[in-house]
């Protein structure tokens, strides 16, 4: 099912990302325009998020001489992925249910260059009078088995439309760029591993990278602060 859209609307340029964003799954197909209404509603929550984001880039490029927000990277749960979560939940497939158990239909993901930088954005967001923290999972304090950082917030925002105005849940992850690096490779590799009869020997090499990735994230980190330390000694 079609809708006409502008051209130049970020839902469009959401659809080209994403395929098959405003395809209606059967199971919903009783509620399309519902359904179409919600996608774009997450994709303005998308765009709300994405501007505070760049807003505090900007400035903190002035005050710190730096970026600390390399790259941000956004998406819509495709229509499929979403009926697939709710039949591994055991839910019922529904407008209704997508909105109140599903945390990541809209997903925002920031990559920082430094550890540091990715506690500062997400104490920043936090500070936001119109920022309500839903959860926080920190899987760089404690990574999962398989070795997988990033740090994970629920939140949501409100989003003014032209006859209300609506709280949108948006899943925000925050992590290094080697962070990333690692987490899509693990991403690609991740069926194919599951086929292999020694997985388990594979699964032991990938937790290998993730720790030597940290810890490289560890010592630029640290090579960073010397660099700041000797640039405020010459200062001085």
């Known amino acids: 099912m079609n809708i006409s859209m502008n051209p130049n609307s970020e839902l469009n340029q959401s659809i080209v990302n994403v395929p098959n964003l ?8 009783k509620q399309a325009y519902q359904f179409q209404e919600a996608m774009m509603m997450y994709t303005c929550a998308i765009r709300e998020l994405k501007t505070k ?79 309500h923290i839903i959860a926080i999972k920190d899987y760089i304090r404690h990574p999962k088995a398989n070795g997988y950082r ?31 690096f690692w987490a899509s490779l693990d991403h690609q590799l991740k069926y194919k591993k599951e086929m292999e009869a020694n997985s388990e020997d594979i699964s032991i090499e990938l937790r290998e ?16 602060k010397k660099i700041e330390a000797q640039e405020i000694a010459l200062n001085k």
Request: glycine share 2%; hydrophobic share 45%.
């Open 53 to 131: 984001l760049e807003v505090l880039n900007d400035e903190l490029s002035v005050r710190n001489s730096r970026n600390p927000i390399e790259l941000v990277k956004s998406r819509v749960k495709k229509p499929i992925s979403i009926v697939e979560k709710l039949q591994r939940r055991g839910l019922s497939i529904s407008l209704e249910s997508m909105t109140e158990n599903l945390d990541d239909v809209a997903g925002i993901r920031v990559i920082c260059s430094f550890l540091d930088d990715i506690y500062a954005v997400a104490e920043m967001l936090t500070r936001q009078d119109d920022v």
């Open 150 to 180: 990033s740090y994970h917030m629920i939140v949501e925002i409100p989003v003014f439309f032209s006859d209300q105005k609506k709280w949108m849940r948006v899943e925000v992850q925050i992590r290094t760029i080697a962070m990333d």
């Open 22 to 29: 405003v395809q209606v799954p059967d199971p919903l197909i």
């Open 209 to 224: 990278c993730a720790e030597v990735i940290a810890n490289t994230d560890e010592r630029m980190l640290n090579i960073r």
